[in-house]
C-alpha cells in the first residue's frame, strides 16, 4: 500500500481518536467534581454586594459545572480583600475547589502599593465578570453636603476598609486633585460594616459598586436620603448622568491619566478567578459554566428580581483588561502613588 493510500486512513484513525479523548477529558472533570463543594472566597463580610452576586450566581454554577458540584461563599474580609486574595493564591487547595473574587482595585495595588500582597495578577485564571463596578460615593442627607462644591467647603468623614480598597483611595485622590476635605475612617469589615457606621453617624458616607446601591438601598435612593457625590470609572453609569465622574474633575493632563489608571477597577469588576496552578482543563470547565449560567434566563431573572446589574465579560477577556492595566508606566505609577498615599 503506498504511503498516498494509508494518509486518509492515518487521518481518519487519528480523529476517531481526538474524539474519544474529548469526551473522557470532560468525564474526568465531571469525576473529579462530582459529591465536592466549590468554595468561592469573598474578600468582604456577609451582606455586602459581593456576597450577594456570588450567592446569587451559585446555584447556577452548580447547575452548569461538570459533577455539579455545591457552590458555597465563604467570607474573609481583610485589608480591602487581600487577606482572601493571599489565602486563595497561596494556601487554599490548588485543584479548582477554591475559587476568590476580591477587589478589582487589588490589580492596580499590584503595582501601586504591593507590600503584603502574594500574588501575581498576571497569573491569575479569571473565571468571568459579573458585573462591572463604578463605584458611587454616597452621604446621608441632613449634613448640607449634597454636591462636590459642598465638599470642598465642609468636612466629610468616609468610611473606609483599607487602604488598598477604593473606599480609600478615591475620596483621596478627590482631596489631592479636586480640594474635597474628605476625612477617611479605616477599618470597618465591608460594605454592610460601614453601612451600619453611617447609620450609626459615626461616619457621614462611603463608596460603594453603583449597582450595590441600586440592588439594596433603592427606597433611600428614591427618597433622596441618600446623596450621591461623585462616581469613580471610565465612564458615567447610563442612569448616573448628572453625577460627575472623579476624572472629569480632573484638569491636568497628566492627573487625569493616573486617575484613568486607578479607576481601572471599574472595567474589571467583580470578577471570579482561580488560581495559577488549578488544571487547565477544570478551568475551561468552570469558564464555560461561567458562561451558561450568566446567560441563563434563571439567573437573569433573579438578578432583574433583586435589581441586580449583569455585566458579563468572559474570563479570557477580563485577562487582556489585567494585563492593559498592569502595562502602567513607572512615571504613572509614582504619580498614582502621590495621589493615594
Request: net charge positive.
Given at each position: 500500500m503506498s504511503i498516498k493510500r494509508c494518509w486518509p486512513l492515518a487521518a481518519g484513525l487519528a480523529m476517531v481518536a481526538l474524539g474519544a479523548s474529548l469526551p473522557a477529558r470532560a468525564d474526568t472533570v465531571a469525576d473529579f467534581?462530582?459529591?465536592?463543594?466549590?468554595?468561592?472566597?469573598?474578600?468582604?463580610?456577609?451582606?455586602?454586594?459581593?456576597?450577594?452576586?456570588?450567592?446569587?450566581?451559585?446555584?447556577?454554577?452548580?447547575?452548569?459545572?461538570?459533577?455539579?458540584?455545591?457552590?458555597?461563599?465563604?467570607?474573609?474580609?481583610?485589608?480591602?480583600?487581600?487577606?482572601?486574595?493571599?489565602?486563595?493564591?497561596?494556601?487554599?487547595?490548588?485543584?479548582?475547589?477554591?475559587?476568590?473574587?476580591?477587589a478589582p482595585t487589588l490589580v492596580v495595588q499590584q503595582v501601586t502599593a504591593p507590600r503584603g500582597m502574594k500574588l501575581d495578577h498576571r497569573k491569575v485564571q479569571y473565571i468571568g465578570?459579573?458585573?462591572?463596578?463604578?463605584?458611587?460615593?454616597?452621604?446621608?442627607?441632613?449634613?448640607?453636603?449634597?454636591?462636590?462644591?459642598?465638599?470642598?467647603?465642609k468636612q466629610v468623614i468616609f468610611a473606609s476598609t483599607g487602604k488598598g480598597d477604593q473606599s480609600y483611595m478615591y475620596p483621596m485622590?478627590?482631596?489631592?486633585?479636586?480640594?474635597?476635605?474628605?476625612?477617611?475612617?479605616?477599618?470597618?469589615?465591608?460594605s454592610k460594616d460601614m453601612q451600619m457606621a453611617m447609620e450609626r453617624n459615626e461616619v457621614q458616607g462611603r463608596g460603594g459598586a453603583w449597582a450595590s446601591w441600586k440592588s439594596s438601598f433603592a427606597q433611600q435612593l428614591e427618597?433622596?436620603?441618600l446623596i450621591p457625590l461623585f462616581q469613580v470609572g471610565l465612564a458615567k453609569a447610563e442612569d448616573l448622568p448628572s453625577i460627575p465622574l472623579l476624572r472629569d474633575l480632573v484638569e491636568n493632563t497628566e492627573d487625569r491619566a493616573a486617575v484613568e489608571f486607578l479607576s481601572a477597577?471599574?472595567?474589571?469588576?467583580?470578577?471570579?478567578?482561580?488560581?495559577?496552578?488549578?488544571?487547565?482543563?477544570?478551568?475551561?470547565?468552570?469558564?464555560?459554566?461561567?458562561?451558561?449560567?450568566m446567560k441563563d434566563p434563571g439567573m437573569?431573572?433573579?438578578?432583574?428580581?433583586?435589581?441586580?446589574?449583569?455585566?458579563?465579560?468572559?474570563?479570557e477577556?477580563?485577562?487582556?483588561?489585567?494585563?492593559?492595566?498592569?502595562?502602567?508606566?513607572p512615571k504613572q505609577v509614582t504619580r498614582a502613588n502621590e495621589l493615594i498615599k
Amino acid at each position: 500500500m503506498s504511503i498516498k493510500r494509508c494518509w486518509p486512513l492515518a487521518a481518519g484513525l487519528a480523529m476517531v481518536a481526538l474524539g474519544a479523548s474529548l469526551p473522557a477529558r470532560a468525564d474526568t472533570v465531571a469525576d473529579f467534581y462530582k459529591g465536592k463543594r466549590v468554595t468561592i472566597v469573598v474578600g468582604f463580610g456577609a451582606g455586602g454586594g459581593y456576597g450577594l452576586y456570588v450567592q446569587a450566581i451559585g446555584p447556577f454554577l452548580t447547575k452548569y459545572v461538570p459533577g455539579n458540584p455545591d457552590i458555597v461563599p465563604q467570607f474573609m474580609p481583610g485589608a480591602g480583600s487581600l487577606k482572601a486574595a493571599n489565602y486563595v493564591y497561596n494556601s487554599a487547595p490548588k485543584d479548582g475547589t477554591y475559587l476568590a473574587v476580591t477587589a478589582p482595585t487589588l490589580v492596580v495595588q499590584q503595582v501601586t502599593a504591593p507590600r503584603g500582597m502574594k500574588l501575581d495578577h498576571r497569573k491569575v485564571q479569571y473565571i468571568g465578570r459579573m458585573n462591572q463596578m463604578n463605584t458611587v460615593f454616597m452621604v446621608n442627607a441632613g449634613h448640607g453636603i449634597e454636591k462636590m462644591a459642598d465638599a470642598r467647603m465642609k468636612q466629610v468623614i468616609f468610611a473606609s476598609t483599607g487602604k488598598g480598597d477604593q473606599s480609600y483611595m478615591y475620596p483621596m485622590m478627590a482631596n489631592r486633585l479636586v480640594g474635597t476635605k474628605f476625612k477617611i475612617v479605616l477599618g470597618y469589615q465591608g460594605s454592610k460594616d460601614m453601612q451600619m457606621a453611617m447609620e450609626r453617624n459615626e461616619v457621614q458616607g462611603r463608596g460603594g459598586a453603583w449597582a450595590s446601591w441600586k440592588s439594596s438601598f433603592a427606597q433611600q435612593l428614591e427618597s433622596k436620603s441618600l446623596i450621591p457625590l461623585f462616581q469613580v470609572g471610565l465612564a458615567k453609569a447610563e442612569d448616573l448622568p448628572s453625577i460627575p465622574l472623579l476624572r472629569d474633575l480632573v484638569e491636568n493632563t497628566e492627573d487625569r491619566a493616573a486617575v484613568e489608571f486607578l479607576s481601572a477597577g471599574a472595567e474589571i469588576g467583580r470578577t471570579i478567578w482561580a488560581g495559577p496552578a488549578v488544571p487547565r482543563d477544570r478551568v475551561a470547565a468552570l469558564r464555560a459554566a461561567f458562561d451558561r449560567a450568566m446567560k441563563d434566563p434563571g439567573m437573569i431573572a433573579s438578578a432583574k428580581k433583586r435589581k441586580m446589574d449583569l455585566e458579563y465579560l468572559s474570563g479570557e477577556k477580563v485577562e487582556v483588561v489585567v494585563g492593559r492595566t498592569l502595562a502602567v508606566t513607572p512615571k504613572q505609577v509614582t504619580r498614582a502613588n502621590e495621589l493615594i498615599k
